[in-house]
């Protein structure tokens, strides 16, 4: 199956190099453009889903090997562009990521070829909690997705592979933990990019895979975690207690005694099951309540 450009694309260019800082552009430098290649091994026959494909810096050298990509990229005169260079295997959609139904786009080639995406980008780090969330939320859905190599300011991409008791640890973490085995591949100066971002960058390689707990609502386990580390630093009971009784028909202390968690912890230092098992509690809860 040839993926097909977008209709309307037909003006000619002059290609552009400049970053834009509206979108948060930095370019690869060459070297490096090198070495993520060499990192991610693309394959014929290979489905790639790219988030902020640029210039084509990944887009190209991929589809030279032989695969397939979706690529999105914001920036309407470099998607124009990189159509107009790509092979017949590249499609590039126009949009922000945020407003794209991931799964409709990968969809017809998923089941088509019957084979999983990889994921590839270099994301823009003032949006890349939120892009992470997306494609965690589909994969957990969908299980679409084999692997993603991305890129992420070293901040964000620390808080993705934190532990239990560490400071980066949070909701990132968790839902990381659910989906996939991460790990920082390599770290990246800010000359590694022009123009140089104020920050140290990070390659982050995600492994995914099904959830090895099973979660009764995954909207409400994550709307929990969530709210339980805007009280970090609280102990559970307290933390809990501030916001249960809109959610929960039970006492905190129930919960938690039904969750097995001492109510005198801190939600930085529960462990992925802690939190699965107080989200399963509180599921039943609100779905006896229904039942009477």
């Keep these: 199956m040839a993926l097909k450009p977008e209709k309307g694309r037909v003006a000619t260019q002059e290609p552009r190099t400049k970053a834009r800082k509206r979108f948060g552009q930095h370019f690869l430098e060459v070297n490096w453009i090198t070495k993520l290649i060499r990192y991610i091994q693309p394959q014929e026959m290979d489905l790639f889903l790219e988030i902020g494909s640029g210039k084509g810096q990944l887009t190209l050298p991929i589809s030279a090997a032989g695969a397939k990509i979706i690529a999105i990229e914001v920036d309407r005169q470099l998607a124009i562009q990189l159509q107009q260079s790509a092979t017949s295997g590249v499609k590039v959609i ?26 590839v980008g270099n994301l823009p780090y003032n949006l890349s909690t939120p892009i992470l969330r997306q494609i965690f939320d589909v994969q957990q859905k969908h299980l679409c997705f084999s692997d993603a190599t991305l890129m992420l300011q070293r901040e964000v991409a620390e808080r993705v592979i934190a532990k239990s008791g560490s400071p980066a640890y949070g909701p990132l973490a968790i839902m990381t933990q659910l989906v996939a085995d991460a790990k920082i591949a390599f770290t990246l100066p800010p000359g590694a990019f022009r123009p140089p971002p104020k920050v140290r960058s990070a390659l982050i390689a995600l492994t995914f895979r099904p959830s090895p707990i099973s979660i009764p609502d ?75």
Excluded at 102 to 116: R, T, W
């Design 218 to 292: 995954w909207y409400l386990f994550l709307s929990l975690v969530r709210k339980l580390f805007t009280h970090r630093r609280k102990t559970m009971l307290n933390s809990l207690g501030s916001f249960s009784r809109t959610i929960s028909p039970i006492p905190p202390l129930q919960l938690l005694d039904q969750a097995a968690i001492d109510p005198e912890t801190r939600p930085g230092t529960l462990e992925l099951t802690d939190f699965v098992q107080l989200a399963t509690a509180l599921y039943n809860s609100n779905k006896s309540e229904r039942e009477i």
């Design 94 to 119: 126009t949009g922000n990521i945020l407003h794209q139904d991931i799964f409709e786009l990968v969809q017809p080639l998923f089941e088509e070829q019957s084979s999983s995406f990889r994921v």
